[in-house]
């Protein structure tokens, strides 16, 4: 099966501009969290999605936003964007059984600069 | 709030020796689960092991092990017979058990290089 997957790859944008990025989480799994990892720090939470419904946000500013498809897919939408916002965003999925604490699974990660 | 502190930014080791990487963490929680989490180079995050705050016993997982101190919050990772392979950045994380929030807190991480 294939694992958590992220699209696209690599992203560069200039200060101001929006930017979509895209999850796909394994199959079967119906949650999935947003993470942003600074060079040199460790990912920070930013959104937690099951069944299509926020379950968590992070301490970031309301130009990050996501949604969930109905397919259990993701998007991370980032507005009016900042040199800050520079990092290594990472999508992470898991089952969300009930009672349990279940393993997320990371993907690739999509690289954004900021220039 | 919860907070995971990992006070070695880089450590080195030379091939089959033993490594030890330190994590501390602070939470006002009782029930919990604590992970040491693998970055390597331009490759995907993956779970190394993983303790449920409600377990006396030391998880293991192979040449992996923890030595979790409930009283002291600390949650520190064992590494035998280093590898080649276990070059890698390593990052302690915390959430604790509320269901539907997953929420992980990470720790800053611990770069470990193994010297063949």
């Known amino acids: 099966d294939a694992g958590v997957t992220q699209s696209p790859t690599h992203l560069i944008k200039t200060r101001g501009q929006q930017v979509t990025l895209r999850c796909s989480p394994i199959?079967?799994?119906?949650?999935v969290s947003w993470y942003q990892q600074v060079l040199g720090q460790g990912p920070q939470f930013i959104f937690q999605?099951?069944?299509?419904?926020?379950?968590g946000r992070g301490n970031f500013p309301d130009r990050f936003s996501a949604r969930q498809f109905p397919n259990y897919s993701s998007e991370l939408n980032v507005n009016a964007l900042l040199l800050g916002d520079s990092a290594l965003y990472l999508c992470?999925?898991?089952?969300?059984?009930?009672?349990?604490?279940?393993?997320?699974?990371f993907g690739p990660g999509t690289r954004l600069t900021v220039l | 709030a919860q907070t995971v502190t990992q006070s070695q930014p880089e450590m080195s080791v030379q091939e089959a020796e033993t490594v030890t990487l330190s994590c501390t963490y602070d939470?006002?929680?009782?029930?919990?689960?604590l992970f040491w989490y693998k970055q390597p180079p331009s490759r995907q995050m993956i779970l190394v092991i993983r303790?449920?705050?409600?377990?006396?016993q030391n998880a293991t997982e192979n040449r992996f092990s923890v030595n979790f101190q409930k009283a002291a919050k600390s949650f520190s990772l064992k590494i035998s017979d280093s590898q080649l392979g276990d070059t890698a950045m390593y990052f302690c994380?915390?959430?604790?058990?509320?269901?539907?929030?997953?929420?992980?807190?990470f720790g800053t991480g611990t770069r470990l290089t193994i010297i063949p």
């Open positions: 939470t006002s929680e009782n029930n919990y689960y």
């Open positions: 199959s079967g799994h119906k949650s």
């Open positions: 303790q449920e705050a409600y377990k006396q």
């Open positions: 994380a915390f959430t604790f058990t509320n269901f539907g929030n997953e929420k992980l807190t």
């Open positions: 992470a999925s898991s089952l969300a059984t009930s009672g349990q604490m279940n393993e997320q699974f």
């Open positions: 999605y099951y069944e299509k419904e926020e379950r």
